[in-house]
């Protein structure tokens, strides 16, 4: 192969070389090599014109000599002191923005790995808090069905009847206590009663009570008939005043006034007896419908 080839191929080969991952001051040093390769082969150019007639030599001389111009050129400038600092200077100006840029990388994921690890012993805290709570809610709901299960063991006892039996004892119970309430107004069937005597104490007194005032308005009536009305007016009118007062203090003068027999009557005892009469009869039908009837029964039939 000729010289100027060789170096044609040289310098193909040189220009394709992937040189990025080495640092420019060492890209530098190579070019620095292989241009002292470049002016080696110019210079074996050269040598070959001498092995040629004149008139070939005289054409392509000049050539060589340009070529060997800018091989001279590209070899001084390569080696040039001044290239060789500028390189080392932006080296190190390369490596200080690297080992900034690296700096600022490290110290940004320094606080990345700071702030993941906070969060990550944060979520870790809570989930620890979770399984506690969880462990705990399993422990209560656990106690909750144990408890369950011993209330329903006592409940039902232990051939699970026991249930059946005290249900219907406690109805019994409150049955016998309302029925027992309910017969210290009525009495019990075919009986009287405390109150139902009252009762019957109070109309006899009452109807005593108007026939003695009939009666002796009776004698006064008569008494004042027999008697002569010019003589005794005067006196009978004050005596029938007098039994009028002490009548009104009994019946009252007025049906709706506060001392009257029949409206005490009606306000102290009658209304307040119905009020009692009808809540008992509220119970009796709650219990009626608790042990299966239609609360149809009356009261004696308890």
């Known amino acids: 192969m000729r010289p100027l080839e060789e170096l044609k191929e ?23 090599g292989f241009s002292g390769d470049y002016v080696g082969k110019v210079l074996d ?8 007639d004149d008139n070939l030599n005289k054409k392509i001389v000049s050539k060589i000599e340009l070529i060997k111009t800018a091989v001279d050129n590209f070899e001084a400038t390569v080696k040039d002191e001044n290239v060789t600092s500028c390189v080392e200077e932006l080296n190190k100006n390369f490596i200080k923005h690297r080992r900034e840029v690296d700096e600022c990388i490290g110290t940004g994921i320094d ?18 808090d979770l399984r506690n709570t969880k462990r705990e ?3 209560s709901i656990k106690a ?18 026991q249930f059946h039996k005290d249900y219907t004892e406690n109805i019994l119970k409150r049955f016998n206590e309302i029925k ?27 109807k005593g009570l108007e026939d003695k005032v009939r009666h002796g308005l009776q004698e006064l009536k008569d008494a004042i008939n027999g008697l002569d009305t010019a003589t005794v007016a005067k006196d009978a009118l004050a005596q029938l005043q007098v039994a009028k007062e002490k009548l009104e203090k009994v019946t009252g003068s007025d049906k709706n006034a506060e001392g009257n027999l029949e409206k005490l009557f ?37």
Do not use: P
């Open 180 to 206: 027992e309430a309910v017969e210290k107004f009525t009495g019990k069937k075919g009986e009287s009663s405390t109150l139902i005597d009252s009762f019957d104490t109070l109309d006899s007194e009452v």
């Open 45 to 52: 150019s050269e040598l070959a014109l001498n092995e040629i």
């Open 266 to 302: 009606e306000d102290n005892i009658k209304n307040k007896l119905e009020t009692e009469v009808r809540k008992i009869g509220k119970e009796i039908k709650k219990l009626c419908k608790a042990v299966g009837e239609n609360g149809k029964e009356t009261v004696n039939d308890f």
């Open 10 to 32: 040289t310098l193909s080969g040189h220009v394709n070389a992937y040189m990025e991952d080495e640092t420019i001051v060492d890209q530098l040093d190579n070019w620095q």
């Open 144 to 161: 909750a069905v144990q408890l369950a299960k011993d209330s329903a063991q006592k409940l039902l006892g232990e051939d699970g009847t």
């Open 137 to 139: 809610k399993i422990e």
């Open 111 to 128: 606080g990345v790995e700071r702030a993941l690890n906070a969060d990550f012993a944060n979520i870790e805290s809570r989930i620890k």
